[in-house]
C-alpha cells in the first residue's frame, strides 16, 4: 500500500487532508501544518483525494 507523505516546506496548514484523512493526518499544535500520525492508515480513508485537494500539492505517495 503506498504512503503518505508531507513536503513540510509546501504544507500551510489549512487542514484539508486532515477533514479527509483525519486517522492518517493531523495538524501540529499551531496548526501551522500537517503530519503524518499513522501512514498505514490509507485503507480507512482515501489518500489519493487528500493528495489531490492538498492546495499546494504538499502531500506525495510513495510506495
Ligand atoms: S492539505 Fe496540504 S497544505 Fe493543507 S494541511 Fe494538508 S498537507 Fe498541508
Redesign the pocket.
Known sequence: MKKPV?DYD?????????EVCPEV?R?NEDEA??YVKAEDKCATCDCEE?AT????E??SLSD
Open positions: 508531507i509546501e504544507c500551510i496548514g489549512c487542514g484539508s487532508c486532515v493526518f495538524l501544518r500537517a487528500a485537494i492538498c492546495p499546494t504538499a502531500i
